[in-house]
């Protein structure tokens, strides 16, 4: 550290400072993604699909964004899902309030795949990707008198999922062959929505034993600017460890991908409705 600085901020320059890197990259690093093709869903209140690469440059479309990762001489590409544990939220707060999460994905897990025919689309907030829209608003397609809270409960967790295969999707479009994804955030603290992820993504799922977020990724950084490992590899090696994985089934995933084929259109069919509805005045 430069002597002025530190004597401006009362610290001693012996103290080491290193560039660190914004959320998501420290929370990749803290999660060990960090070679190319290694795989990131995050579920907090917005959700991410982060995908390391070590080319400098692909090119993207439909709002997936591409960064400089933390890890030198390596980049990632990135999805957003403004409303994911958000839309859990809303769910809880709104319908379940008496209830804790867990109560909620357990009635999910009592539904069926597509929850009895019923589609959720988790435009709460606007969506970034892959529709760039500030004035898209959330749907529910298909309710009839049939329908139970279960039903709601796993339709919302499904149209997260879809929204988040979305980003997957684009990014596989590119040309990236994504087969294994490590889960962290509120989305891995089930081992069912785990499995959904799976069984939606067509891949296996990676489920960490300890998960600290982007702190431990910011700690890993400076472990390694201070040499105490050799690479980010041998860094990842010592902290990092799956506890779990989650494999696709093939017949729960082609039943899924007649759901998401429907899910995908649900965005054409209903902005310029919400559009219009938020021109009408109060």
């Known amino acids: 550290m430069r002597t002025d600085l530190a004597q401006e901020i009362g610290l001693t ?36 699909v982060l995908n390391v690469e070590s080319d400098s440059y692909t090119e993207y479309r439909n709002n997936i964004h591409f960064f400089d990762h933390s890890v030198p001489k390596t980049f990632y590409a990135m999805g957003v899902t403004l409303a994911a544990g958000y839309s859990l939220n809303w769910l809880k707060k ?7 999460f867990d109560d909620i994905v357990k009635q999910a897990s009592t539904s069926q795949v597509g929850a009895n025919h019923l589609l959720f689309a988790p435009y709460l907030a606007g969506e970034r990707t892959p529709h760039g829209d500030a004035f898209i608003r959330g749907s529910f397609i298909g309710i009839s008198g049939s329908h139970t809270k279960a039903d709601f409960a796993r339709a919302v967790l499904e149209g997260i999922t879809f929204s988040l295969y979305d ?30 992820q799976a069984d939606i993504f067509n891949a296996t799922i990676r489920k960490l034993k300890h998960e ?29 460890e799956i506890e779990r994985t989650f494999e696709p089934n093939k017949e729960k995933h082609d039943k899924y991908e007649a759901y998401y084929n429907i899910y995908r259109q649900i965005y054409q069919q209903t902005h310029h409705l919400t559009e219009e509805l938020l021109k009408i005045e109060d």
């Open 167 to 196: 980003s997957i999707q684009l990014i596989r479009e590119a040309g990236k062959e994504i087969t294994h994804i490590t889960s962290i955030g509120g989305g891995a603290k089930s081992e069912f929505w785990l499995q959904m």
């Open 94 to 100: 709104t319908f379940f309030e008496d209830q804790s």
């Open 212 to 240: 600290e977020g982007p702190s431990m990724g910011a700690a890993m950084i400076a472990a390694y600017g201070l040499e105490w490992f050799n690479s980010f590899d041998d860094c990842v090696a010592q902290f990092i």
């Open 13 to 48: 320059d012996e103290v080491k400072v290193f560039a660190g890197g914004g959320d998501n990259a420290c929370g990749a690093i803290g999660a060990g993604i960090i070679n190319d093709n290694d795989t990131l869903c995050s579920i907090g209140t917005s959700g991410v």
